[in-house]
């Protein structure tokens, strides 16, 4: 009897097999009452996840060509600054020597200017010395006192 019932049990395992090959209905009945809601679902959630990395994929995509931009558009901004630096850096020696002949003029000016208050002395002067000459000889006497008209003719 025990090889009997080890052959039967053979033979409903194999159309249980044959059935789950065979019958989609059957094997879907049979894999509700097997698996768990959660392995069940599994499915589905791989499908979701597939969807949310691709998303995800797409994104980071997106955000790797913005970087490469924003790489881009800060090397070309450093070129500009080092540009700039140089530059700044040729105002700066054109100010201080603008700045240094800019004291000189000043300096040049106020000795001219000096130069030009000497000549206008010099002319006044001289403009006003026949009346001064002429102060002066008169206030001073022909003759005095200890001193002879002889002494002048000499």
Request: charged share 25%.
């Amino acid at each position: 009897m025990g090889l009997v019932l080890i052959q039967a049990e053979l033979a409903v395992r194999e159309e249980f097999l044959e059935l789950l090959r065979t019958e989609p209905a059957f094997r879907e009945e049979a894999r509700r009452l097997l698996l768990t809601d959660d392995l069940l679902a599994l499915p589905g959630r791989v499908v979701s996840l597939t969807e949310s990395v691709g998303q995800s994929l797409f994104l980071l995509r997106e955000i790797v060509g913005v970087v490469r931009d924003l790489a881009t558009a800060q090397q070309r901004t450093e070129v500009g600054l080092q540009r700039q630096g140089t530059q700044v850096q040729s105002l700066i020696g054109a100010q201080q020597r603008t700045e240094e002949e800019l004291r000189r003029l000043v300096i040049w000016q106020r000795g001219e200017s000096g130069r030009r208050d000497g000549e206008r002395y010099e002319r006044e002067t001289l403009r006003r010395a026949p009346a001064l000459s002429s102060t002066v000889v008169r206030a001073v006497p022909l003759t005095s006192p200890g001193c002879s008209s002889s002494s002048l003719s000499s």
